[in-house]
T-cell receptor, first 113, second 113 residues
Framework: EAQVTQNPRYLITVTGKKLTVTCSQN?????MSWYRQDPGLGLRQIYY???????DKGDVPEGYKVSRKEKRNFPLILESPSPNQTSLYFC????????????FGPGTRLTVT | AQSVTQPDIHITVSEGASLELRCNYS??????LFWYVQSPGQGLQLLLK??????LVQGIKGFEAEFKRSQSSFNLRKPSVHWSDAAEYFC???????????FGKGTRLSVIA
């Protein structure tokens, strides 16, 4: 089954404790991205990657890091989480080209206290 | 900068009634246009997309959307809403190359009996 998986699905952590949210896709997609979803703000892109070792900032990259060492994986790293990073995070992938369908993961609910 | 506006934050319709969700975009050329649906607790699923050709596009779950260049709009419609259509709906715009999608802030649809 074609899918994007994220782990963990739910996470409660404390300010300053480094964390990683993993994302993996099994469709051999070139393009992957991370979004955060906040009430009233919709989805905002954090980072995206057009291929292995190619990443770029989205609209709200501050406080986040990503890496793309393998095509299937695109982890999101919060080196020092803060309460304003409490949000719902989605990973997404697509084959490439703007008309390709973008597949979304199920989301990760992060709470930073 | 490119932008997407969904003017309605929340819409309530009766089951069986027709539905229209509005979407306006800001861009000089014809963009790639998408509608996604997010059911409660789920990721986003593509309903339909448009780039060229017939301006009336059919999607899954009985939805359709019409592209109107003169109004920079891509409104989503459904002739008869079902209770299971209650969800949040996002309009998104893509452009040439591998640029990321830009999402609207979403419209939450409630369906009443």
């Amino acid at each position: 089954e074609a899918q994007v998986t994220q782990n963990p699905r739910y996470l409660i952590t404390v300010t300053g404790k480094k964390l990683t949210v993993t994302c993996s896709q099994n469709m051999n997609h070139e393009y992957m991205s991370w979004y955060r979803q906040d009430p009233g703000l919709g989805l905002r892109q954090i980072y995206y990657s057009m291929n292995v070792e190619v990443t770029d900032k989205g609209d709200v990259p501050e406080g986040y890091k990503v890496s793309r060492k393998e095509k299937r994986n695109f982890p999101l790293i919060l080196e020092s989480p803060s309460p304003n990073q409490t949000s719902l995070y989605f990973c997404a992938s697509r084959a490439g080209g703007p008309l390709s369908e973008q597949y979304f993961g199920p989301g990760t609910r992060l709470t930073v206290t | 900068a490119q932008s997407v506006t969904q003017p309605d934050i929340h819409i309530t319709v009766s089951e069986g009634a027709s539905l229209e969700l509005r979407c306006n975009y800001s861009y000089g050329a014809t963009p790639y246009l998408f509608w996604y649906v997010q059911s409660p607790g789920q990721g986003l699923q593509l309903l339909l997309k448009y780039f060229s050709g017939d301006t009336l596009v059919q999607g899954i779950k009985g939805f359709e959307a019409e592209f109107k260049r003169s109004q920079s709009s891509f409104n989503l419609r459904k002739p008869s809403v079902h209770w299971s259509d209650a969800a949040e709906y996002f309009c998104a715009v893509g452009y040439s190359g591998n640029t990321p999608l830009v999402f609207g802030k979403g419209t939450r649809l409630s369906v009443i009996a």
